[in-house]
């Protein structure tokens, strides 16, 4: 089974702090992807990784960045976490070309 | 921009019932299809993909692709309450032209009452 894990279902945090969300997938996929999903907007791509150290920019990618330093590790940065970033974030995985799969997904408050 | 529409609902179903979720697509070379089941704080899961024209049919679920009419739909038949969740359509454009990414409609939520 393939598994995409993500370092923490609920996170707290302030104004101002910089946010580090985790994903780690087991399957030797080539792409990832996170998504923040808020009601009624649906899921929105913030960013997405075709190959290690590359990257490309979704459709919300402001206030945001991303790491690849490993294939199988993806990571989402919110430089100075704001109130407007509260929301449930998803990260994916995928052989190119393919069918994504879903980590459980991080709920972050932003105080 | 890609867009994929769906019916938000909510789509309400009796148990037994044949429940009929649609999603319409911009992109005329699309080439895969996905539909993925959400059940509320929980992420999508995977539960039909279909590639060609026609009918592809796993247990009690049903992917209908239409290329033509830029149209793709997934039947449930006889509905259980369990089946109530939001459903997301997904598109994968042409090879080559956006690296893989999908893209989501904003789901249908559907409910089947006992």
């Known amino acids: 089974d393939v598994k995409v894990t993500q370092s923490s279902r609920y996170l707290v945090k302030r104004t101002g702090e910089k946010v580090f969300l985790e994903c780690v997938q087991d399957?030797?996929?080539?792409?990832m992807f996170w998504y923040r999903q808020d009601p009624g907007l649906g899921l929105r791509l913030i960013y997405f990784?075709?190959?290690?150290?590359?990257?490309e920019k979704g459709d919300i990618p402001e206030g945001y960045s991303v790491s690849r330093e490993k294939k199988e590790r993806f990571s989402l940065i919110l430089e100075s976490a704001s109130t407007n970033q509260t929301s449930m974030y998803l990260c994916?995985?995928?052989?190119?070309?393919?069918?994504?799969?879903f980590g459980p997904g991080t709920r972050l408050t932003v105080l | 921009q890609k867009e994929v529409e769906q019916n938000s609902g909510p789509l309400s179903v009796p148990e037994g019932a044949i429940a009929s979720l649609n999603c319409t697509y911009s992109?005329?070379?699309?080439?895969?299809f996905f539909w993925y089941r959400q059940y509320s704080g929980k992420s999508p899961e995977l539960i039909m993909s279909?590639?060609?024209?026609g009918d592809k049919e796993d247990g009690r679920f049903t992917a209908q692709l239409n290329k033509a009419s830029q149209y793709v739909s997934l039947l449930i038949r006889d509905s259980q309450p369990s089946d109530s969740a939001t459903y997301l359509c997904?598109?994968?454009?042409?090879?080559?032209?956006?690296?893989?990414?999908?893209?989501f409609g904003r789901g249908t939520q559907l409910t089947v009452w006992p």
């Open positions: 992109d005329r070379v699309s080439q895969s």
């Open positions: 399957m030797d996929h080539e792409n």
């Open positions: 994916a995985s995928s052989f190119i070309y393919n069918e994504q799969f």
């Open positions: 997904a598109v994968l454009p042409m090879r080559g032209s956006t690296l893989g990414r999908l893209y």
């Open positions: 279909i590639y060609s024209n």
């Open positions: 990784s075709y190959d290690v150290k590359m990257k």
